[in-house]
């Protein structure tokens, strides 16, 4: 499995229509493109939506000649969580952080850890936990609830 990366302000179109990999036509001006937000060969998460098309999933950008970003797994769409067959028309894509992979709204916010690229080397007890990567554990955690690895 391909290294997981989330990026904010990372934004691009496309024009691809289909169920297949999408073909992405530049960075949104702003924003930075798949390739440099998030990384050849990298996976994210994303969001594809034109009206009332959408599909949120997960998904492995390549740099190439157009950059493409692979649909491996869809977490929510317009088709009833499946692959959408998107129309003609212009589409924006998105890195994005899906809603059913955020900590759940019954954890308090004290008593869990959401974290990237860091690494976490103090003892600690955890009521639970949510570690989204990449992260270096050199210290004692531990858990007594669900810990969630993204």
Same mark, same amino acid.
């Given at each position: &499995?391909?290294?997981?990366? #989330?990026?904010?302000?990372?934004? /691009?179109?496309? +024009?691809?229509?289909?169920?297949?990999?999408?073909? #992405?036509?530049?960075?949104?001006?702003?924003?930075?493109?798949?390739?440099?937000?998030? *990384?050849?060969?990298?996976? $994210?998460?994303?969001?594809?939506?034109?009206?009332? /098309?959408?599909?949120? *999933?997960?998904?492995?950008? @390549?740099?190439?000649?157009? %950059?493409?970003?692979?649909? !491996?797994?869809?977490? =929510? =769409?317009?088709?009833?969580?499946?692959?959408?067959?998107?129309?003609?028309?212009?589409? !924006?894509?998105?890195?994005?952080?899906?809603?059913?992979?955020?900590? =759940?709204?019954? &954890?308090?916010?004290?008593?869990?850890? $959401? +974290?990237?690229?860091?690494?976490?080397? %103090?003892?600690? $007890?955890?009521?639970? *936990?949510? #570690?989204? *990567?990449?992260? $270096?554990?050199?210290?004692?955690? @531990?858990? @007594?609830?669900?810990?969630?690895?993204?």
């Amino acid at each position: &499995m391909a290294q997981l990366i #989330l990026n904010d302000r990372v934004k /691009e179109t496309t +024009t691809t229509t289909g169920t297949g990999t999408v073909n #992405l036509a530049g960075a949104v001006e702003g924003f930075e493109t798949f390739v440099v937000g998030v *990384g050849n060969g990298k996976e $994210t998460f994303y969001s594809i939506f034109a009206g009332t /098309e959408f599909e949120v *999933g997960r998904g492995t950008v @390549t740099d190439a000649s157009p %950059d493409t970003l692979s649909r !491996t797994t869809v977490i =929510s =769409s317009s088709n009833s969580d499946s692959l959408v067959n998107f129309s003609a028309g212009e589409k !924006t894509v998105i890195c994005t952080y899906p809603a059913s992979k955020a900590p =759940s709204p019954d &954890m308090d916010a004290t008593t869990y850890v $959401t +974290t990237h690229n860091s690494t976490l080397s %103090d003892d600690q $007890t955890l009521d639970s *936990g949510v #570690l989204a *990567g990449p992260v $270096t554990v050199t210290g004692t955690q @531990t858990v @007594t609830g669900t810990l969630v690895i993204l």
